[in-house]
């Protein structure tokens, strides 16, 4: 591989696994331990059949609270079908992303030439080129150390209840007992969407993360554009997004 560039590898796959039960689920039928997979930490497993005959090998990576598995493409067809025969009655979601995202693999020298990191959520796929633009932009000019993209919330917290089984409490008290409407709020609250998340090298492999506590600055987007594909319709509603 060259050291000076980033490759395509064309001959891989992705599937994602989302759900209540997806990491109980992944458990069960590979080869390796899940809980050695998190935000840091990939694992290499395969998959065997009943009798122990080696099927399928592949990388998992954690994603929010689902899991990537990158496999070679000419398997992904026959390895999704094969994961869906497992589901039975397990809550997850498998969606073959193969058609909408690539693997790319940068070797370590390049990767530390760069002064900052740029990161596209790939399960949020609906954005703004312009946005992105504005942002690398601001971030460049104000030298943050770290910019993450923020959306206003639809569902405000004095209107999220918490349930514990016959109680239940508001997630974040209302102030004020007379407010009749949404827009009568004093305070907006917002959500870190994932459309985009920059930081400075240093900044990244100091904290393991695009986020840190009162040093990360956010760049809130005007409307709402994200999609999060979570689920099988989220896929369609972005696809919708995306011909429009």
């Known amino acids: 591989m060259n050291i000076n560039s980033a490759c395509i590898l064309e001959d891989r796959g992705i599937l994602f ?113 312009r946005d992105i633009e504005k942002a690398i932009n601001i971030f460049k000019e104000k030298r943050y150390s770290s910019l993450v993209s923020l959306v206003q919330m639809k569902e405000h917290p004095y209107e999220c209840v918490e349930i514990k089984k016959d109680k239940w409490n508001y997630l974040k008290k209302n102030p004020k007992k007379k407010i009749t409407g949404r827009q009568q709020y004093k305070n907006n609250f917002f959500f870190i969407d994932g459309s985009f998340y920059i930081a400075k090298l240093d900044f990244y492999l100091k904290h393991k993360s695009f986020l840190k506590e009162n040093i990360t600055k956010f760049y809130i987007q005007e409307k709402k554009w994200p999609v999060d594909i979570d689920y099988l319709d989220d896929l369609k509603v972005a696809e919708t997004f995306l011909k429009n």
């Open 17 to 129: 696994i989302d759900g209540v039960d997806a990491k109980d689920f992944l458990q069960n039928i590979i080869t390796n331990d899940i809980n050695k997979v998190n935000d840091h930490n990939s694992c290499f497993a395969s998959l065997l059949n009943p009798q122990g005959k080696f099927l399928f090998e592949f990388l998992v990576i954690q994603h929010k609270k689902g899991y990537f598995i990158d496999c070679e493409k000419n398997q992904i067809n026959e390895l999704f079908k094969q994961l869906s025969l497992y589901k039975l009655r397990s809550s997850v979601q498998i969606l073959n992303l193969s058609n909408e995202f690539v693997v790319a693999a940068l070797s370590n020298e390049k990767f530390l030439e760069f002064d900052a990191v740029l990161v596209l959520q790939p399960t949020t796929p609906v954005r703004k080129i």
